[in-house]
């Protein structure tokens, strides 16, 4: 192995370019493995970072970027027991430089590593390592004071690795942007929790695929604008709504989502909340609101991390976690400056994903 690989790289903030650079391989640690990655999924954060420098600021720059990855194991840190150099894995990267995934090789912890099965290309495999956490972060783990932008997490439902599966059954659950990432697998997550309908929003040319992730009904937010969202539901189930996950998170969702939660109720959002409060009052009807963070490199979400990853390989293998819809965007590494142009003008319904070694 070449002690050099080639990596998308961030110098600033701002005006920051992205460009592709040969960086040193870094070598794993104790705990960690050194991941081949044949595939890396983008997504908007990847945009958001190269603007405002969020994340990145904490780590120091040069930066490289992506959350998602998958590929094999090329290297095994000290006392690293259970894993084999070659063994196919995703991963979730972090900004900090030796572990995003826009890069050829990158390190996990390999408590948050998952084997993935044969059946299932690297390129799947690299949609859900961001999107599962958020929506498992959001439904299934407690609020810490000490998330990025305030307090952040989630609504702390038992996760159904921990004894949850169908303990929601014949409670609804409202999932507004089914057809995005995080909503795809937050539709695959509230299936395994029983929730019953599962009812989300998205563009009608997407209602099956949100129907094969487990939807029960879905609501095209173009015809059934969000102000007229409550009379929609209402038709669908009389039932209260106790959870309500916003997977887009403007204006208009947030609105809807907070006026169709029950009293007593509980939002998941994935950007900054602009309804509602985490703390439960009396002038809220006892509802609150949890901001996600899908990191599970923040210390607050490492543990919990490691306990989803742990039961991942069986929800992979049953099919009770599926990939989302993929695109691969070039040929090598350099696909990502087009495939993030094309993100930042928006997707419908499909991953956009690099191959970092050209094949
Ligand atoms: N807090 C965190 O840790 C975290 C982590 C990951 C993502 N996020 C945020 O979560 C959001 C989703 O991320 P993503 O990667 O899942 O996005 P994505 O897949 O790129 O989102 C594209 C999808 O959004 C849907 N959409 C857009 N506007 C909509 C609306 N008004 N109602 C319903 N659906 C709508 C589109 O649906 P149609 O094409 O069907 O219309 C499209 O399929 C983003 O804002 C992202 O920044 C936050």
């Given at each position: 192995m070449s002690p050099m690989h080639k990596a998308l790289v961030l110098h600033s903030k701002d005006a920051g370019k992205f460009v592709i650079e040969d960086r040193p391989t870094p070598t794993p640690g104790p705990g960690q493995l050194l991941i081949k990655i044949y595939a890396t999924a983008l997504n908007p954060v990847d945009l958001y970072v190269q603007s405002s420098g969020y994340i990145v600021d904490a780590y120091g720059f040069p930066a490289v970027p992506?959350?998602?990855?998958?590929g094999v194991v090329e290297a095994l840190g000290e006392g690293v027991k259970g894993w084999a150099q070659g063994d196919r894995v995703l991963m979730q990267g972090?900004?900090?430089?030796d572990r995003g995934t826009l890069q050829q090789y990158a390190i996990s912890d390999a408590v948050r590593t998952t084997k993935i099965p044969d059946d299932m290309s690297f390129e799947e495999a690299s949609t859900i390592p961001l999107a599962l956490a958020t929506s498992a972060v959001g439904l299934y783990h407690t609020i810490s004071e000490s998330g990025l932008d305030?307090?952040?997490g989630g609504i702390e439902l038992t996760p159904p690795w921990e004894g949850g599966t169908g303990k929601y059954a014949g409670q609804p659950i409202l999932i507004l942007g089914g057809s995005s990432s995080v909503g795809q697998l937050a539709i695959q997550l509230a299936k395994l929790s029983g929730f019953s309908p599962i009812i989300t929003t998205a563009s009608k040319h997407n209602e099956a695929y949100c129907k094969a992730a487990g939807a029960t009904h879905v609501i095209d937010y173009k015809d059934v604008p969000y102000a007229d969202l409550p009379a929609a539901v209402t038709k669908i189930t009389t039932e209260p709504?106790?959870?309500?996950?916003d997977a887009v998170t403007v204006d208009d969702s947030q609105t809807a989502g907070w006026t169709i939660l029950a009293p007593g109720g509980d939002m998941v959002v994935t950007l900054p909340p602009k309804v509602g409060q985490r703390e439960r009052s009396e002038a809220n009807d006892g509802k609150r609101v949890a901001f996600t963070y899908?990191?599970?490199?923040?210390?607050?979400?490492?543990?919990f991390g490691a306990r989803m990853h742990k039961a991942l390989p069986g929800l992979l293998k049953d099919g009770a976690i599926k990939p989302n819809r993929v695109e691969v965007c070039g040929s090598d590494l350099s696909g990502a400056f087009a495939g993030l142009e094309r993100l930042a003008g928006g997707v419908s319904g499909v991953k956009l994903v690099v191959r970092p070694h050209g094949i």
């Open positions: 992506g959350c998602d990855g998958a972090h900004w900090v430089a305030g307090p952040m709504f106790k959870v309500v996950y899908g990191s599970i490199h923040l210390p607050m979400n490492a543990e």
